[in-house]
Protein backbone atom coordinates (compact mmCIF):
# COMPACT_ATOMS: atom_id res chain seq x y z
CA UNK A 1 0.00 0.00 0.00
CA UNK A 2 1.39 3.34 -1.26
CA UNK A 3 0.58 6.07 1.62
CA UNK A 4 0.59 9.68 -0.18
CA UNK A 5 2.08 12.24 1.98
CA UNK A 6 1.11 15.11 0.47
CA UNK A 7 -1.56 16.27 -2.70
CA UNK A 8 1.53 16.92 -5.06
CA UNK A 9 2.45 13.15 -4.12
CA UNK A 10 -1.09 12.16 -5.96
CA UNK A 11 -0.77 14.67 -8.67
CA UNK A 12 2.57 15.50 -9.81
CA UNK A 13 1.94 17.89 -12.49
CA UNK A 14 -0.32 20.26 -10.06
CA UNK A 15 2.26 21.81 -8.32
CA UNK A 16 3.48 23.27 -12.19
CA UNK A 17 0.06 24.92 -13.03
CA UNK A 18 0.08 28.79 -12.97
CA UNK A 19 -1.71 31.23 -13.66
CA UNK A 20 -0.25 34.30 -16.31
CA UNK A 21 -1.35 37.72 -15.70
CA UNK A 22 -0.28 39.33 -19.08
CA UNK A 23 -1.22 43.26 -18.43
CA UNK A 24 -0.37 45.00 -22.10
CA UNK A 25 -1.09 48.61 -23.55
CA UNK A 26 -1.25 48.49 -27.05
CA UNK A 27 -2.11 51.38 -29.50
CA UNK A 28 -0.97 50.45 -32.91
CA UNK A 29 -1.48 46.47 -32.70
CA UNK A 30 2.20 45.80 -32.90
CA UNK A 31 2.17 45.13 -28.65
CA UNK A 32 -1.21 43.02 -28.75
CA UNK A 33 0.34 40.89 -31.98
CA UNK A 34 3.30 39.54 -29.14
CA UNK A 35 1.15 39.19 -27.00
CA UNK A 36 -1.27 37.36 -29.00
CA UNK A 37 2.03 35.31 -30.06
CA UNK A 38 3.18 34.58 -26.57
CA UNK A 39 -0.19 33.65 -25.23
CA UNK A 40 -0.73 31.09 -28.53
CA UNK A 41 3.00 30.08 -27.87
CA UNK A 42 2.14 29.65 -23.89
CA UNK A 43 -1.23 27.92 -24.00
CA UNK A 44 0.54 25.03 -26.32
CA UNK A 45 3.40 24.28 -24.36
CA UNK A 46 1.70 24.82 -20.81
CA UNK A 47 -2.01 23.03 -21.18
CA UNK A 48 -3.41 23.55 -17.95
CA UNK A 49 -2.30 26.65 -17.51
CA UNK A 50 -4.73 29.88 -16.77
CA UNK A 51 -3.05 32.87 -19.58
CA UNK A 52 -4.95 35.80 -18.86
CA UNK A 53 -4.11 39.22 -21.65
CA UNK A 54 -5.86 41.90 -20.73
CA UNK A 55 -5.22 45.86 -21.65
CA UNK A 56 -4.06 48.01 -19.30
CA UNK A 57 -6.94 50.60 -19.48
CA UNK A 58 -9.26 47.77 -18.61
CA UNK A 59 -7.27 47.07 -15.50
CA UNK A 60 -7.46 48.62 -11.93
CA UNK A 61 -3.95 48.37 -9.91
CA UNK A 62 -5.14 45.67 -7.47
CA UNK A 63 -5.57 43.19 -10.48
CA UNK A 64 -1.43 43.02 -10.86
CA UNK A 65 -1.48 40.68 -7.84
CA UNK A 66 -3.46 38.21 -9.14
CA UNK A 67 -1.74 35.43 -10.71
CA UNK A 68 0.97 33.56 -10.07
CA UNK A 69 3.19 35.39 -12.25
CA UNK A 70 2.59 38.78 -13.41
CA UNK A 71 3.79 40.27 -17.38
CA UNK A 72 3.73 43.78 -18.47
CA UNK A 73 3.91 44.56 -21.71
CA UNK A 74 4.07 47.81 -23.48
CA UNK A 75 5.67 49.69 -26.76
CA UNK A 76 7.31 53.01 -26.08
CA UNK A 77 6.11 56.19 -26.89
CA UNK A 78 7.81 59.60 -27.90
CA UNK A 79 5.07 61.69 -26.30
CA UNK A 80 5.23 65.47 -25.10
CA UNK A 81 8.65 65.66 -27.12
CA UNK A 82 10.32 63.24 -24.64
CA UNK A 83 11.27 60.20 -26.47
CA UNK A 84 11.58 56.53 -24.55
CA UNK A 85 8.09 57.14 -22.54
CA UNK A 86 5.36 54.05 -21.41
CA UNK A 87 2.65 53.59 -23.76
CA UNK A 88 0.15 56.23 -22.44
CA UNK A 89 -2.71 53.51 -21.26
CA UNK A 90 0.37 51.77 -18.82
CA UNK A 91 1.71 55.11 -17.71
CA UNK A 92 -2.03 55.83 -16.60
CA UNK A 93 -2.14 52.03 -15.00
CA UNK A 94 1.14 51.92 -13.29
CA UNK A 95 1.05 56.03 -12.17
CA UNK A 96 -2.53 55.47 -10.75
CA UNK A 97 -2.61 56.71 -7.17
CA UNK A 98 -3.21 53.04 -5.56
CA UNK A 99 -0.53 51.43 -8.28
CA UNK A 100 1.98 53.83 -6.49
CA UNK A 101 1.46 51.98 -3.37
CA UNK A 102 1.23 48.66 -4.52
CA UNK A 103 3.58 45.91 -2.79
CA UNK A 104 4.07 43.36 -5.39
CA UNK A 105 5.73 41.31 -2.31
CA UNK A 106 8.33 38.99 -3.97
CA UNK A 107 5.68 38.14 -7.09
CA UNK A 108 7.39 36.51 -10.02
CA UNK A 109 7.73 39.64 -13.07
CA UNK A 110 8.33 39.21 -16.40
CA UNK A 111 8.48 42.31 -19.16
CA UNK A 112 8.20 42.85 -22.87
CA UNK A 113 9.16 46.09 -24.41
CA UNK A 114 8.74 47.27 -28.06
CA UNK A 115 10.38 50.15 -30.05
CA UNK A 116 11.90 51.95 -32.89
CA UNK A 117 15.58 51.38 -33.95
CA UNK A 118 15.00 55.26 -35.81
CA UNK A 119 14.92 56.59 -31.86
CA UNK A 120 17.64 57.13 -29.62
CA UNK A 121 15.75 55.34 -26.34
CA UNK A 122 14.92 52.00 -28.81
CA UNK A 123 12.54 49.62 -26.51
CA UNK A 124 13.16 51.84 -23.92
CA UNK A 125 9.39 51.05 -21.95
CA UNK A 126 11.46 47.93 -21.33
CA UNK A 127 13.32 50.50 -18.51
CA UNK A 128 10.70 51.84 -17.34
CA UNK A 129 8.26 48.42 -16.28
CA UNK A 130 11.33 46.77 -14.66
CA UNK A 131 11.90 49.68 -12.93
CA UNK A 132 7.96 49.55 -11.66
CA UNK A 133 9.07 45.62 -10.87
CA UNK A 134 11.72 46.37 -8.72
CA UNK A 135 10.08 49.53 -6.94
CA UNK A 136 7.51 47.62 -6.17
CA UNK A 137 9.64 44.65 -4.61
CA UNK A 138 8.39 41.94 -7.24
CA UNK A 139 11.01 39.74 -8.80
CA UNK A 140 12.12 39.46 -12.35
CA UNK A 141 11.85 35.84 -13.42
CA UNK A 142 13.68 36.30 -16.72
CA UNK A 143 15.48 38.85 -18.90
CA UNK A 144 13.11 41.11 -20.48
CA UNK A 145 12.08 40.56 -24.08
CA UNK A 146 12.89 43.71 -26.31
CA UNK A 147 10.90 43.58 -29.83
CA UNK A 148 12.84 46.41 -32.16
CA UNK A 149 10.66 47.57 -35.27
CA UNK A 150 7.77 45.55 -36.48
CA UNK A 151 7.28 42.40 -34.67
CA UNK A 152 5.89 40.77 -37.75
CA UNK A 153 8.62 37.43 -38.85
CA UNK A 154 9.66 37.76 -35.12
CA UNK A 155 7.71 35.16 -33.27
CA UNK A 156 10.55 32.83 -33.15
CA UNK A 157 11.98 35.16 -30.57
CA UNK A 158 8.53 35.51 -28.60
CA UNK A 159 8.59 31.17 -28.58
CA UNK A 160 12.24 30.84 -27.35
CA UNK A 161 11.38 33.82 -24.70
CA UNK A 162 8.08 32.20 -23.79
CA UNK A 163 9.71 28.91 -23.06
CA UNK A 164 12.23 30.52 -20.66
CA UNK A 165 9.15 32.45 -18.92
CA UNK A 166 7.79 28.61 -18.45
CA UNK A 167 11.36 26.92 -17.33
CA UNK A 168 12.15 30.03 -14.77
CA UNK A 169 8.07 29.61 -13.57
CA UNK A 170 8.83 26.13 -13.40
CA UNK A 171 11.59 27.14 -10.92
CA UNK A 172 9.34 29.38 -8.40
CA UNK A 173 7.90 26.22 -6.09
CA UNK A 174 11.63 25.45 -5.34
CA UNK A 175 12.83 28.94 -4.44
Not at 152 to 164: I, L, P, T
Request: aromatic share 8%; with cysteine.
Amino acid sequence: MTIMTNATDAFPHFSQRRAVRIVFASTSGHTEYVVDALTDSLKSITPGWEIEATRAEKMKPQDLLSGDVLLLASSTWNTGSVEGQLNPHMWVLLHDDKAKTLDLAGKPCACIGLGDHRYFYTARATDHLEHYVRVHHGRLIVPTLKITDEPYRQEEAVRVWGRQLVDASKQIDRC
